[in-house]
């Protein structure tokens, strides 16, 4: 069945520090990739998208994600982390255009000063 | 550029009511709509997805008897939670995307969120 696996609940970076947050998916072929945002008490924004082709993409406010095929994975990274990015990530996935998209559970990311 | 406003931001309604949400694309055409329930400290699960003159598709343990989805034309979408209990509380977000157009992604409201007392 396809999925998309966060396989963590919950990440704690120190403010200024790297972060990466993890994501595996299971589909036939090559899924298009999202990572989404959600700040407290609000509903969900792209921060950026993989579709097939350069396997590093950028997105906004310096986040990053590299698609990898031989691992399954669309790893969400940060080279410095602010207080503002503490929110909850999701990694989300299609197997086209006009399907649907699947969510990961999310990783809740908490920044210390 | 492309947004989706969800009306109702929050709603309380007794349990065994119903109420309604609505969910409105500015800036392109939604083709296609897609709803999706985040339940406390869970993922988004799509409950369907409708798009302008097919029919809505519903996923496995959501149907149209309890949560019927209206999309009568390329800017708008309701879909009302009938005879609602403690178990359908959350969010519920409203995501909209031009079924034309190539590297169309959703659009994402900010979600009605629903408490039942």
């Known amino acids: 069945a396809q999925s998309v696996t966060q396989p963590d609940a919950r990440v704690t970076v120190s403010e200024g520090a790297s972060l990466q947050l993890r994501c595996k998916y299971s589909?036939?072929?090559?899924?298009?990739l999202f990572w989404y945002v959600q700040y407290p008490r609000q509903g969900l924004q792209l921060l950026l998208k993989y579709y097939p082709g350069d396997p590093v993409v950028q997105g906004v406010n310096g986040f990053e994600a590299e698609f990898s095929k031989s691992n399954s994975s669309f790893h969400l990274r940060k080279a410095s982390v602010h207080w503002s990015d503490w929110a909850v990530y999701f990694c989300?996935?299609?197997?086209?255009?006009?399907?649907?998209?699947?969510f990961g559970a999310g990783t809740r990311l908490a920044v210390c000063p | 550029g492309a947004l989706v406003y969800q009306y109702p931001r929050r709603t309380i309604c007794k349990s065994g009511t119903s109420m309604r949400m609505e969910c409105q694309a500015v800036?392109?055409?939604?083709?296609?709509v897609a709803w999706y329930r985040q339940s406390p400290q869970k993922t988004f699960e799509l409950i369907a997805l409708?798009?302008?003159?097919?029919?809505?598709?519903?996923e496995q343990n959501f149907t149209q008897e309890k949560f019927p989805i209206s999309h009568p034309n390329l800017s708008f979408s309701s879909m009302t939670v009938l005879n609602a209990y403690l178990e359908d509380r959350g969010l519920y977000l409203c995501g909209a995307r031009d079924h034309w157009g190539f590297y169309s992604d959703y659009t994402f409201g900010s979600g009605t969120r629903l408490l039942v007392i």
């Open positions: 800036g392109f055409q939604a083709t296609s």
């Open positions: 409708s798009t302008v003159n097919s029919a809505i598709k519903y």
């Open positions: 989300a996935a299609s197997s086209g255009s006009f399907n649907k998209l699947t």
């Open positions: 589909y036939f072929g090559t899924p298009y």
